[in-house]
């Protein structure tokens, strides 16, 4: 394993620190894209929402349901229920 200096291993805490607010962004910029997306590229924006969704620890059932939908609106609605405190 790589031995990492005082800075980076600082820099590599801060990330994991704040990475809840980071993949909420990332979530509500894939919501945006995926109302822009069409064919391969939107099943590819699907699989990292899920993703982010896992890692957000939004409930199984929720994330079935906005992937069931494939409605960029109902995956709007998870952003904005993370962005009220509402799941969590």
Excluded at 42 to 55: F, G, H, Q, S, V
Aim: glycine share 4%; with cysteine; aromatic share 6%.
């Amino acid at each position: 394993m790589a031995d990492y200096s005082n800075y980076q291993k600082d820099v590599i805490k801060r990330y994991y620190d704040n990475r809840g607010s980071i993949d909420q962004q990332k979530l509500s910029e894939l919501c945006t894209n995926l109302f822009l997306a069409e064919g391969k590229k939107k099943e590819k924006l699907w699989e990292k929402a899920r993703d982010i969704m896992e890692r957000l620890e939004v409930p199984a059932s929720r994330i079935d349901h906005v992937l069931k939908s494939a409605d960029p609106a109902v995956l709007a609605e998870v952003v904005q229920d993370l962005e009220k405190g509402a799941i969590r």
